[in-house]
């Protein structure tokens, strides 16, 4: 099978892509609510706890605005299992800015990634969107790690489609706002069940999102 048009393909993704990041540009301005005015009570049965990011993480990662917050379930009769909830969000990811993807990030914390598939969920009602569900292991220690990219207005699971459309939408609406949203729950019994309490928390979660994440006009 001849390989050449993929890779053709491949350079003229990266030509195009080096030509939008020393193009004249300017980014449209957003309207968003910041993340120090998210909630700590979710859906009346989630309650959270804030916590910051260290120097050294913010400036490899530089987002725009960023939180990182432990929720629990305020009706769990048992011993509580957090849901860990990080967003990073960039105005603009160019120049330097970007999204660190977990399959990267996860094992440069001595994570050991277990398996990883990308899973269809079910969000207000008769919206489907498709995420990542990753099983990662540090010694004894496992957890069920859910993540996509939430990108002007779309979700996207894969790290390839995200950078597809980056350049995409730079080309027709001149925005690479995008932002990284990532639920980390430790598997205290089975990872299905660390699975289901994530994906629990993650319908309550869901219809705050569009206030804290710019949205779009996806094309497809």
């Known amino acids: 099978m001849k390989r050449w048009p993929a890779g053709v393909a491949l350079v003229m993704l990266l030509t195009t892509w080096g030509w939008l990041q020393v193009r004249p540009h300017s980014e449209p301005v957003l309207s968003r609510r910041p993340f120090s005015e998210f ?18 993480e913010l400036y490899w990662l530089k987002p725009t605005d960023y939180m990182m917050h432990a929720y629990v379930e305020t009706q769990d009769e048992g011993a509580p299992v957090p849901v860990w909830l990080y967003i990073g969000y960039f105005h603009s990811l160019r120049g330097g800015a970007a999204y660190h993807s977990p399959k990267v990030c996860l094992p440069g914390a ?18 489907t969107i498709t995420i990542n569900e990753t099983l ?85």
């Open 39 to 56: 909630p700590l009570s979710i859906a009346e049965r989630w309650q959270g706890k804030e916590f910051e990011l260290g120097a050294r």
């Open 110 to 127: 001595g994570w050991q990634i277990v398996e990883t598939e990308e899973i269809p969920v079910q969000v207000q009602g008769t919206r």
């Open 136 to 220: 990662v292991r540090k010694g004894l220690d496992q957890q069920i790690v859910l993540y996509w990219y939430q990108d002007r207005g779309r979700v996207i699971a894969s790290e390839y489609w995200a950078r597809g459309y980056l350049i995409w939408d730079t080309m027709l609406t001149h925005r690479t706002d995008g932002a990284i949203v990532r639920l980390s729950v430790p598997v205290t019994r089975t990872p299905e069940d660390a699975s289901q309490h994530g994906l629990t928390f993650l319908h309550d979660l869901w219809p705050l999102l569009t206030e804290y994440l710019p949205p779009g006009e996806p094309k497809s």
